[in-house]
């Protein structure tokens, strides 16, 4: 039970995280347009890249650093032990 519990909530949590990332992101991308100089507009595309990057990659990271610690095997054997 406290399994199911754990992954519902990371499957709402990557969801969750993953929408913010995407409204984030269409704001900046609506911020970005309306810059009127080629200079400053390309930095800042520059930087819309990297923040797209860096958002949406922590949530998959994220997301599957949370399902390896609710789905890791608990009894490990030690060296030398069968697997069986």
């Not at 519990?5 to 969750?16: E, H």
């Not at 994220?62 to 030398?80: C, E, S, Y």
């Amino acid at each position: 039970m406290k399994m199911v519990l754990a992954s519902s909530l990371v499957v709402i949590l990557t969801v969750a995280m993953a929408l913010a990332a995407m409204y984030a992101l269409v704001i900046t991308t609506e911020h970005v347009t309306a810059i009127q100089s080629t200079l400053p507009r390309i930095a800042a595309v520059g930087a819309e890249l990297l923040l797209g990057v860096v958002l949406l990659l922590g949530t998959v990271w994220v997301a599957t650093h949370f399902a390896v610690r609710i789905f890791v095997a608990k009894n490990l054997p030690t060296d030398g032990d069968p697997l069986g």
